[in-house]
């Protein structure tokens, strides 16, 4: 009986079943039949009955893959990666917009084009990252917005890459 | 050669606060303790005017209005994050690894070549990917790398990576000359002075002291630090922090507290923390002690403080139980006409769940139920927020709750608090 329960697949026990390794170890020996709490002795008797015709292995279970994790997707770097909002639409043509999540790695190295928070004069802002033969230049995505070149005397650092935007539809 | 690293993140707290104020770089910056109280971290332009760590707050006023001295209130949930954040990076650099406070760990890097660049490199890393500037101090005992990551964040020469194995012994004691005694780990401040009337005052001075007279005069521990001084490593690194064997919740109130029901919230919701660490870290408590106490500072008030210790009836992680354990204490305790100022909760025989003593009498059902309604509420708090699923005797609005007047956003753990860019 035992190895029936075990053969059950993983995270597949049916509706109103206790999972087996949530199964107190008295309920399976000798203890259970005097067992002092009626309604666990009987989803105990109720477990075993429904485990019997486990004990033929689906022939799907070689085919049980891992739920698929969009945290995985979306997150390479867990210890460099970070969440922020975005707010105003000036990269609105570039798919951004006003209340939308932005996925910050800061480990990655930038490169021409990529989006960019940057911090300029003390504040974050998310643009394109161009370089120039002027400079750096960061590009909004938005026509009514001017480029910014940076000037040397400027405070100004790239603090991460922006990956993926999260936009509620 | 043994060769031991301890990385330490400068300024811990307020280079967490400029990582998501980035407007608070090249400005005096400090963090206050809890209730605003003291100083406890401080940036260069602060430790430049003079102000010295643990200082009370409102004798800084003044300084503060003259200098422009910015004041956060500490946000553990922030420094928490980004500190997990560090050490995961950190044990990528090495099979291992100790992790000894929240911004600071030991790293085993015997046998690694070239280790001032290997050790740059990984302070880059560190930079670039969590934001957090660290030192890194190398020498082939814990006792001495604590003092090489001392050199390395005074010593602007060293570029933050001060190896002491790489230097030669002459030059070596020639730095540790320049060391107060005082500086050496486990060293306090009555040994200290004790030293220094022994004529001990430099860490050199300490080095070349006869082991059997200090062990005479201080004991066994002075005695293995002295042997560490001389490069020999009597401390291994403790690489698994075994579970706490007590848990303590306690928090001076923000306002003086002098109702029972005040008090009982108080201890609900210390409780109701104590009990979330118990549980993450798989355990039950056997028995939970509740304690109060009035200002001592306040002379003028009448004093009075008592604790009591309450033994369950069996070994819990039960939120409602040692709630029920600790309101029944308290009750006891408790006396009015007091201004009490600090209330606390700490578990006590603590066991790991599985080890739970079994029973002719125990409620198994009772016990599963209790388990999925905690695992439940953990879940719960952990996905929308803690505080969303909370006892209501905690209360909602809490009057006696730290001051916390300029606390930052939880930037990393809240989705409705973080970072915006435009």
């Known amino acids: 009986m035992q190895a029936a329960i075990h053969s059950l697949p993983a995270g597949r026990t049916a509706p109103g079943q206790v999972p087996s390794r949530q199964v107190p170890r008295a309920a399976h020996g000798l203890l259970s039949l005097t067992y002092p709490n009626k309604e666990l002795f009987h989803r105990q008797c ?95 995505a938005h026509p009514a917005y001017a480029d910014t070149l940076i000037k040397p005397e400027q405070d100004f650092s790239i603090w991460g890459v922006v990956r993926w935007n999260v936009h509620k539809v | 050669m043994r060769a031991i690293a301890l990385i330490d993140c400068n300024n811990f707290f307020v280079s967490c606060e400029r990582l998501f104020q980035p407007r608070l770089e090249g400005k005096p910056v400090v963090v206050l303790s809890n209730n605003d109280g003291c100083v406890v971290s401080r940036s260069q332009e602060v430790k430049d005017l003079g102000v010295k760590m643990a200082v009370p707050w409102f004798q800084l006023k003044d300084l503060a209005k003259r200098h422009g001295i910015i004041a956060l209130s500490s946000n553990y949930t922030l420094y928490a994050d980004i500190s997990n954040r560090v050490m995961r990076l950190l044990s990528q650099w090495s099979p ?68 002491f194995n790489a230097m030669s012994s002459p030059e070596l004691d020639a730095l ?170 700490m578990l006590t025989e603590i066991i790991p769940a599985t080890a739970r003593p079994r029973t002719l009498f125990d409620d198994v059902a009772a016990q599963q139920k209790s388990a999925s309604l905690m695992s439940t509420l953990d879940r719960i708090n952990r996905r929308m927020g803690s505080g969303t699923v909370q006892l209501l005797g905690e209360g909602i609005s809490k009057n006696w709750s730290m001051r916390r007047g300029n606390m930052s956003q939880r930037y990393t753990t809240e989705w409705d608090e973080l970072a915006v860019a435009s």
Request: proline share 5%.
């Open chain 2, 176 to 345: 540790l000359a320049q060391i107060e005694v005082g500086e050496v780990w486990g060293v306090g401040r009555r040994s200290t002075s004790r030293l220094q009337q022994m004529g001990i005052n430099s860490v050199l001075e300490l080095k070349r002291a006869p082991a059997k007279r200090i062990r005479a005069e201080f004991g066994v521990m002075l005695e293995r630090t002295v042997a560490e001084l001389n490069g020999e490593a009597c401390l291994e690194l403790d690489d698994v922090t075994p579970p706490r064997q007590q848990i303590i919740c306690s928090r001076s109130f923000g306002v003086p507290v002098t109702l029972l029901p005040d008090l009982e919230q108080a201890v609900i919701a210390y409780v109701t923390r104590a009990a979330e660490k118990l549980r993450s870290q798989h355990s039950l408590a056997g028995g939970i002690q509740v304690y109060i106490r009035t200002n001592p500072h306040k002379e003028k008030y009448p004093q009075y403080q008592q604790a009591m210790l309450l033994p369950l009836f069996e070994p819990t992680n039960d939120t409602r139980l040692l709630c029920h354990a600790a309101l029944g204490g308290l009750r006891q305790i408790y006396r009015s006409g007091y201004v009490y100022q600090k209330a606390g909760v």
């Open chain 2, 96 to 163: 291992d690894q100790e992790i000894y406070s929240i911004d600071e760990s030991f790293l085993d890097m015997t046998g690694i070549p070239d280790l001032t660049q290997y050790a740059q490199t990984m302070r880059g890393t560190i930079k670039q990917c969590v934001g957090i500037p660290v030192c890194v101090g190398i020498a082939s005992s814990k006792t001495l790398a604590k003092l090489a990551n001392h050199v390395a964040k005074k010593q602007q020469r060293y570029d933050s990576v001060c190896d």
């Open chain 1, 46 to 140: 109720a477990l075993l009955r429904g485990a019997v015709p486990a004990g033929f292995p689906s022939p799907a279970d070689d085919y049980v893959e891992q739920h698929i994790s969009l945290d995985e997707h979306l997150i390479r770097h867990p210890e460099s990666t970070f969440f922020m909002r975005v707010a105003g639409d000036s990269m609105r043509g570039l798919g951004i917009f006003d209340g939308d999540l932005l996925v910050v790695d800061r480990s990655l190295p930038t490169a021409h084009g990529c989006v960019v928070i940057a911090v300029l004069d003390g504040e974050f802002t998310v643009k394109q990252l161009l370089h120039t033969a002027e400079g750096q230049v960061l590009r909004a």
